[in-house]
């Protein structure tokens, strides 16, 4: 008995040494090392319900100058636009003017990278260098980017029927066990073939968890925001820009408040959800002193004018950099690319592939409208690329996110004990491509959390998952069946 508890690493070193004295000395100090490594690993897994995997296999997690960091976001948000004006030239042929600009933003910045790390290996590490704490930022604060689209949730579905909100759910649910079903069966047949063994993820990561000192300046600026608004709704020429710094601070805060609940509890109450409940009960307190509509309120929140922008505007216009930015993580991460070339191609592909049209054939057989299908279509796809995805389906921002939160919600609670008890799986890469494929960084970080050597695998895989259905929906004849 001893002994088995022993291989899962439960037992200290000492105590598991007594029990088995026949042991090699030499095996008993690796096992003792193995045992120290998953040790010290244990706490990268409680930030995963925070944010998103790469937030913990990306570095240090400790940022450095502010000022290099405001250089590095000035270049992802520069690159960002460069690549949509570039798409939106009118010598651009029309087939590619659909394309998403946060995918070929990342596909680019990879190339770039690989070219110079072809050409000055040196150079390469320093850029790389540089931009890692702008990067670290980004991935620390990314559910702040696409909260707004779920805290505009009481407007964009205040039309939506109690009937087709059921199914809308009942949908989602589908799509997430059907997504994994097919990829786990799919998975098991590839890595008959392909064989790579899962190679042992750097250890020592150190993340930068978030405090409660965070939070007091956002306090501050939120009271000094609602005053201002109160006593001058128009002193920054608009009443949404006057919201801007209440509204934003309540945005953070009620992220920061999220991120302080105990792990189990996030599991159902992601940050990102009590973000967006935060926004609400802040929008709602302004209607009251100030007796407008609360709708009213909200609406000021996101305007979808850049120039009238709104506190979620200029959230949400971080989405492509954070798009973007992923592409650092994949070249630091080009071995497993490699290693793992054929899993994650022919996974990634199918899983893509059936997601969309287990969700558009279900949806069509519940009798939805096309609008709510294809809010639905990209809950499989983690955040980033979700939104871009629902832009080119013309689907509804607020229900997109909705529904990838609850497919992540459910991969966290579940994918980790139906791939260990229903599918009978031994393999951990297909475990975490699975769950990768289906419910994005949630769900990967509840499989991850027993093994961590999954991390940067199942990282690799739902961003590359999101760029393939980004680029599978812009094609012309594939949209038209998704959202006929």
Same mark, same amino acid.
């Given at each position: 008995?001893?002994?088995?508890?022993?291989?899962?690493?439960?037992?200290?070193?000492?105590?598991a040494?007594?029990?088995?004295?026949?042991?090699?000395?030499?095996?008993?100090?690796?096992?003792?090392?193995?045992?120290?490594?998953?040790?010290?690993?244990?706490?990268?897994?409680?930030?995963?319900?925070?944010?998103?995997?790469?937030?913990?296999?990306?570095?240090?997690?400790?940022?450095?100058?502010?000022?290099?960091?405001?250089?590095?976001?000035?270049?992802?948000?520069s690159?960002?636009?460069?690549?949509?004006?570039a798409?939106?030239?009118?010598?651009?042929?029309?087939?590619?003017?659909?394309?998403?600009?946060?995918?070929?933003?990342?596909?680019?910045?990879?190339?770039?990278l690989?070219?110079?790390?072809?050409?000055?290996?040196?150079?390469?590490?320093?850029?790389?260098?540089?931009?890692?704490?702008?990067?670290?930022?980004?991935?620390?604060?990314?559910?702040?980017?696409?909260?707004?689209?779920?805290?505009?949730?009481?407007?964009?579905?205040?039309?939506?029927?109690?009937?087709?909100?059921?199914?809308?759910?009942?949908?989602?649910?589908?799509?997430?066990?059907?997504?994994?079903?097919?990829?786990?069966?799919?998975?098991?047949?590839?890595?008959?073939?392909?064989?790579?063994?899962?190679?042992?993820?750097?250890?020592?990561?150190?993340?930068?968890?978030?405090?409660?000192?965070?939070?007091?300046?956002?306090?501050?600026?939120?009271?000094?925001?609602?005053?201002?608004?109160?006593?001058?709704?128009?002193?920054?020429?608009?009443?949404?820009?006057?919201?801007?710094?209440?509204?934003?601070?309540?945005?953070? @805060? =009620?992220? *920061? $408040?999220?991120?302080f609940?105990?792990?189990? /509890?996030?599991?159902?109450?992601h940050?990102? &959800?009590?973000? +967006?409940?935060?926004?609400?009960?802040?929008a709602?307190?302004?209607?009251?002193?100030?007796?407008?509509?609360?709708?009213?309120?909200?609406?000021?929140?996101?305007?979808?004018?850049l120039?009238?922008?709104?506190?979620?505007?200029?959230?949400?216009?971080?989405?492509?950099?954070?798009?973007?930015?992923?592409?650092?993580?994949?070249?630091?991460?080009?071995?497993?690319?490699?290693?793992?070339?054929?899993?994650?191609?022919?996974?990634?592909?199918?899983?893509?592939?059936?997601?969309?049209?287990i969700?558009?054939?279900?949806?069509?057989?519940?009798?939805?409208?096309?609008?709510?299908?294809?809010?639905?279509?990209?809950?499989?796809?983690?955040?980033?690329?979700?939104?871009? @995805? =629902?832009? *080119? $389906?013309?689907?509804?921002?607020?229900?997109? /996110?909705?529904?990838?939160?609850?497919?992540? &919600?459910?991969? +966290?609670?579940?994918?980790?004990?139906?791939?260990?008890?229903?599918?009978?799986?031994?393999?951990?890469?297909?475990?975490?491509l699975?769950?990768?494929?289906?419910?994005?960084?949630?769900?990967?970080?509840?499989?991850?959390?027993?093994?961590?050597?999954?991390l940067?695998?199942?990282?690799?895989?739902?961003?590359?998952?999101?760029?393939?259905?980004?680029l599978?929906?812009?094609?012309?004849?594939?949209?038209?069946?998704?959202?006929?």
């Amino acid at each position: 008995m001893e002994r088995g508890i022993l291989c899962c690493g439960v037992l200290p070193w000492k105590s598991a040494a007594r029990s088995i004295p026949s042991i090699d000395p030499h095996k008993r100090r690796l096992w003792r090392s193995q045992i120290s490594v998953r040790a010290r690993r244990a706490p990268s897994i409680r930030a995963a319900f925070d944010a998103d995997l790469t937030e913990q296999i990306s570095g240090q997690g400790k940022l450095q100058s502010p000022f290099q960091v405001a250089l590095g976001l000035g270049f992802l948000v520069s690159w960002d636009r460069a690549v949509a004006g570039a798409l939106r030239w009118s010598g651009m042929p029309a087939a590619a003017k659909n394309l998403p600009s946060a995918s070929l933003g990342m596909i680019s910045l990879v190339a770039a990278l690989l070219v110079l790390d072809r050409l000055a290996p040196d150079a390469c590490s320093g850029v790389n260098s540089f931009f890692f704490p702008s990067v670290e930022f980004v991935q620390r604060w990314m559910p702040l980017f696409y909260a707004p689209a779920l805290a505009m949730l009481p407007a964009g579905a205040k039309s939506l029927q109690v009937m087709d909100g059921i199914k809308v759910v009942l949908l989602t649910v589908l799509s997430w066990a059907g997504t994994l079903t097919v990829t786990t069966l799919f998975t098991t047949l590839v890595r008959r073939h392909a064989k790579a063994r899962l190679e042992e993820a750097p250890s020592g990561l150190s993340l930068a968890p978030f405090s409660i000192w965070e939070a007091i300046p956002w306090l501050a600026i939120g009271a000094a925001g609602f005053i201002l608004v109160y006593v001058s709704p128009t002193l920054l020429g608009s009443p949404a820009r006057t919201l801007i710094p209440f509204l934003l601070s309540s945005t953070v @805060v =009620g992220f *920061l $408040l999220g991120s302080f609940l105990p792990g189990p /509890v996030k599991r159902f109450l992601h940050p990102v &959800i009590t973000c +967006a409940i935060f926004v609400n009960a802040a929008a709602l307190f302004f209607s009251i002193a100030t007796e407008k509509q609360f709708l009213s309120v909200l609406g000021s929140y996101i305007t979808n004018n850049l120039k009238d922008p709104g506190a979620g505007d200029v959230l949400l216009a971080l989405v492509g950099p954070l798009a973007i930015s992923y592409g650092f993580l994949l070249y630091r991460q080009r071995r497993i690319i490699v290693r793992h070339g054929i899993e994650l191609a022919s996974v990634v592909s199918v899983a893509g592939m059936v997601s969309l049209l287990i969700t558009t054939y279900a949806g069509r057989a519940l009798d939805l409208s096309s609008q709510l299908i294809n809010s639905v279509a990209p809950s499989n796809v983690t955040f980033a690329f979700a939104l871009p @995805v =629902g832009n *080119l $389906l013309q689907a509804n921002p607020s229900l997109v /996110v909705s529904c990838c939160v609850l497919t992540g &919600i459910l991969g +966290a609670n579940l994918s980790r004990p139906l791939l260990l008890k229903a599918t009978k799986s031994d393999d951990p890469v297909v475990r975490g491509l699975s769950a990768a494929c289906s419910s994005h960084g949630y769900g990967s970080a509840s499989v991850a959390a027993g093994e961590p050597d999954l991390l940067p695998l199942c990282a690799v895989a739902y961003i590359l998952m999101g760029t393939f259905c980004s680029l599978l929906c812009s094609v012309p004849a594939l949209g038209r069946i998704i959202s006929k």
